[in-house]
């Protein structure tokens, strides 16, 4: 059999603990097998990050942007507990953090959804992706405690040093200021990143903020969104069929309950933080969420969810037998193949990227799985497989 093939690499951001070790097992197994794989290969693991003083991850990034498709491990983000296991010379930066600000990207995150785990939300039939604005807002804030009566005022200085002033609140007592911002350039990224995503996968698109209440800064998001909408993108979205819309979040938030999914949920910040929590942990399972960081400029790099599954891998240092699922990793490699393949142009690479994801979930639908989905299935007698296990019956099925 002659193997698919590919003319671009791909950027490879390889990763840490248990999910570098499924790294390569999907590489030997379900991949190499198949395709005659090009890749640029970064080693972000955390030693070789301390080894090359973080340049890796810069590099990689780097190569992103020239390459244009990526596909990443989970990597540790250390604290000073890393620090002292690993020796490092410094607590390095989430290698995620450094690519997302280097590509200013929105992440993207979506349920796989396989028969046997069911979502909580009866009417949920097709997956809710959230885009979570990455940027600003409370996650950014400046704050203070007041300690008693006194006057607090929001002051703008211009560059001509000018000042706007806002009155937040006169004390009588004590209490807590607030103090936030966002900037037009990230939100209209962050808009855009939505739109091309909405086009890229032809889902419709919602957004929704609480603009009745914050009449200038919500504002100002939403009428981002309406104005780069009408010139950029209306024509596009109905020549595609899908939509846009604008609402409320405490409207969206009543219709997602109602909706049958199939659509991308964009929330500002804070919102995209609680509500991407909410839906994972509504739709069964952390491993069985998709992830992607999508570019305004057109980059795209792929990766689970989960982090690097620290204590299976433990276990797997000691002999013991794991059972770590693998299919946000499966899904990484497979989301990054097809959009290499739709960039290039080559219909076999797609195909490839579908049956794969075709196995990983018809391998579950036939009660074979690891013990996280085995716990929660409702499938009468699953079969609980061990980490290798689950991969090699996905090549089974992939080899027909
Ligand atoms: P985690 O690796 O996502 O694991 C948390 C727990 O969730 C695991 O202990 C496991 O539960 C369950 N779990 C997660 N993924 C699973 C999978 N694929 N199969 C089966 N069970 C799974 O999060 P963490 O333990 O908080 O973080 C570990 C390391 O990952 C940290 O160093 C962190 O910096 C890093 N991290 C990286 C990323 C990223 O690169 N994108 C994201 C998050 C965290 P049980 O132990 O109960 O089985
Ligand atoms: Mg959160």
């Not at 198949?34 to 590099?59: A, P, S």
């Not at 203070?144 to 806002?166: C, H, I, K, W, Y």
């Not at 049956?355 to 639908?365: F, K, M, P, Q, S």
């Amino acid at each position: 059999m002659s193997k698919i093939r590919m003319t671009t690499p791909l950027v490879e951001m390889d990763g840490d603990e248990m999910t570098r070790i499924i790294w390569q097992m999907i590489k030997d197994d379900l991949i190499l097998p198949f395709v005659d794989l090009k890749t640029e290969y970064f080693d972000l693991g955390l030693r070789n990050r301390d080894l090359t003083d973080d340049q890796v991850t810069i590099d990689s990034a780097e190569a992103t942007k020239r390459l244009g498709v990526a596909v990443k491990c989970a990597t540790i983000t250390p604290n000073a507990q890393r620090v002292e296991e690993y020796g490092l010379k410094r607590m390095w930066k989430s290698p995620n953090g450094t690519i997302r600000a280097m590509l200013d990207g929105t992440v993207f995150r979506a349920p796989i959804v396989v028969r046997g785990i069911e979502p909580v939300v009866r009417s949920w039939k097709r997956p809710i992706t959230i885009a979570r604005h990455a940027y600003g807002d409370v996650y950014k804030n400046a704050e203070v405690r007041v300690p008693g009566a006194g006057r607090a005022e929001l002051v703008f200085t211009a560059a001509d040093g000018s000042q706007t002033r806002e009155l937040i609140h006169e004390f009588e007592g004590p209490g807590v200021i607030q103090g936030m911002h966002n900037l037009d350039s990230s939100i209209t990224s962050f808009a855009r990143s939505c739109f091309e995503y909405a086009l890229s996968t032809k889902q419709d698109l919602w957004f929704a903020t609480k603009d009745t209440i914050s009449k200038t800064y919500d504002h100002r998001f939403k009428d981002v969104f309406a104005e780069l909408y009408e010139d950029e993108y209306r024509t596009r979205f109905e020549a595609a069929g899908i939509e846009y819309f604008y609402t409320l979040i405490d409207d969206a938030v009543a219709r997602v309950m109602k909706a049958e999914g199939g659509f991308i949920w964009a929330c500002k910040n804070y919102d995209g933080d609680v509500m991407s929590d909410m839906l994972s942990s509504a739709f069964g399972s952390l491993a069985m969420m998709t992830s992607v960081l999508v570019s305004p400029h057109g980059y795209y790099e792929y990766e689970a969810a989960h982090g690097t599954v620290q204590r299976h891998y433990y276990k797997h240092l000691a002999g013991e037998r794991t059972s770590t699922n693998s299919v946000a990793t499966i899904f990484a490699w497979s989301g990054a193949l097809r959009k290499r393949g739709e960039l290039d142009g080559l219909d076999g690479l797609c195909g490839f990227a579908d049956r794969l994801e075709a196995a990983t979930i018809e391998t579950i639908e036939a009660g074979q799985m690891t013990g996280d989905l085995a716990r929660i299935t409702s499938l009468p007698e699953p079969v609980t497989m061990d980490t290798e296990e689950f991969i090699l019956a996905v090549a089974e099925r992939l080899r027909g």
